[in-house]
């Protein structure tokens, strides 16, 4: 990027937001010298008003309740400003858990009229796949910045969301489930199912015991996705791969 600051959000409305914050910041301190990273200047904020929202140049949407976070979003004015920010001006996002539901085009286990969602992903989302909070684990995942002589990255999954399905244009006009919900449609442009691939980042482990090959992690185009809780470990290299590749990278893949 040309700018010489970098605004990246945090949607600070329900949620793990604090514990994105100081991952994101932690990330950019420990930049390696000399690095894009470290030679670029950040600023970490909490958006809770469309007016902080039009001031960042990324955004991280974190765990937490989906249901909460689209109604208080709704009330605060950001749902549709949340919607231009990811669909129609694609700059980078980031949803874990809650915000993965809520950046997909579809949810299922979802009560109708219960939530809104931004949109963006085009992909069905399956809430609560894993149970109740008490069916929560962690499971080491391959992941692109994790080589061969780099200790494996620990996910913590809380009552968390998986890919069950990536969605094609044919999708659009076809009846959904009752317990389906959908994103409303923007314009043939934002909701353009050719302009990106989906890009499957990683699945569970078949040694994991639970689902394996269950999808925790997308990535299409600006729009980043994961099932699990990054912020909840001390763990900082999924941030800093984020900053990297999706934030400075421009959405471009580079996996």
């Given at each position: 990027?040309?700018?010489?600051?970098?605004?990246?959000?945090?949607?600070?409305?329900?949620?793990?937001?604090?514990?994105?914050?100081?991952?994101?910041?932690?990330?950019?301190?420990?930049?390696?010298?000399?690095?894009?990273?470290?030679?670029?200047?950040?600023?970490?904020?909490?958006?809770?008003?469309?007016?902080?929202?039009?001031?960042?140049?990324?955004?991280?949407?974190?765990?937490?309740?989906?249901?909460?976070?689209?109604?208080?979003?709704?009330?605060?004015?950001?749902?549709?400003?949340?919607?231009?920010?990811?669909?129609?001006?694609?700059?980078?996002?980031?949803?874990?858990?809650?915000?993965?539901?809520?950046?997909?085009?579809?949810?299922?286990?979802?009560?109708?009229?219960?939530?809104?969602?931004?949109?963006?992903?085009?992909?069905?989302?399956?809430?609560n796949h894993f149970g109740r909070q008490t069916e929560s684990f962690e499971c080491d995942l391959?992941?692109?910045?994790?080589?061969?002589?780099?200790?494996?990255?620990?996910?913590?999954?809380?009552?968390?969301?998986?890919?069950?399905?990536?969605?094609?244009?044919?999708?659009?006009?076809?009846?959904?489930?009752?317990?389906?919900?959908?994103?409303?449609?923007?314009?043939?442009?934002?909701?353009?199912?050719?302009?990106?691939?989906?890009?499957?980042?990683?699945?569970?482990?078949?040694?994991?015991?639970?689902?394996?090959?269950?999808?925790?992690?997308?990535?299409?185009?600006?729009?980043?996705?994961?099932?699990?809780?990054?912020?909840?470990?001390?763990?900082?290299?999924?941030?800093r791969w984020w900053l990297q590749e999706c934030v400075l990278g421009r959405g471009e893949s580079?996996?």
């Amino acid at each position: 990027m040309t700018q010489s600051k970098i605004t990246v959000g945090i949607l600070a409305l329900q949620g793990a937001f604090l514990e994105h914050k100081l991952h994101l910041q932690k990330a950019v301190r420990h930049a390696s010298p000399g690095s894009l990273l470290d030679t670029t200047k950040f600023e970490i904020v909490e958006v809770r008003t469309p007016e902080q929202l039009a001031a960042a140049d990324a955004l991280v949407i974190p765990g937490g309740e989906s249901t909460a976070i689209s109604l208080i979003a709704e009330r605060s004015g950001l749902l549709e400003p949340l919607r231009q920010f990811a669909r129609v001006d694609r700059k980078p996002v980031w949803g874990t858990c809650a915000g993965l539901i809520l950046l997909s085009d579809e949810a299922s286990k979802a009560r109708k009229g219960g939530q809104e969602l931004i949109g963006g992903l085009h992909v069905r989302c399956q809430r609560n796949h894993f149970g109740r909070q008490t069916e929560s684990f962690e499971c080491d995942l391959a992941l692109p910045f994790v080589g061969d002589d780099e200790p494996p990255f620990r996910a913590v999954f809380i009552r968390a969301p998986i890919v069950e399905k990536v969605l094609t244009g044919a999708d659009l006009t076809a009846d959904v489930a009752n317990d389906v919900v959908r994103a409303p449609k923007l314009d043939a442009e934002a909701d353009d199912y050719k302009t990106a691939p989906i890009e499957v980042i990683s699945s569970l482990p078949s040694t994991q015991g639970k689902e394996a090959g269950d999808i925790v992690a997308v990535r299409q185009g600006n729009i980043f996705g994961t099932s699990f809780h990054p912020e909840l470990t001390p763990d900082v290299r999924l941030h800093r791969w984020w900053l990297q590749e999706c934030v400075l990278g421009r959405g471009e893949s580079r996996i």
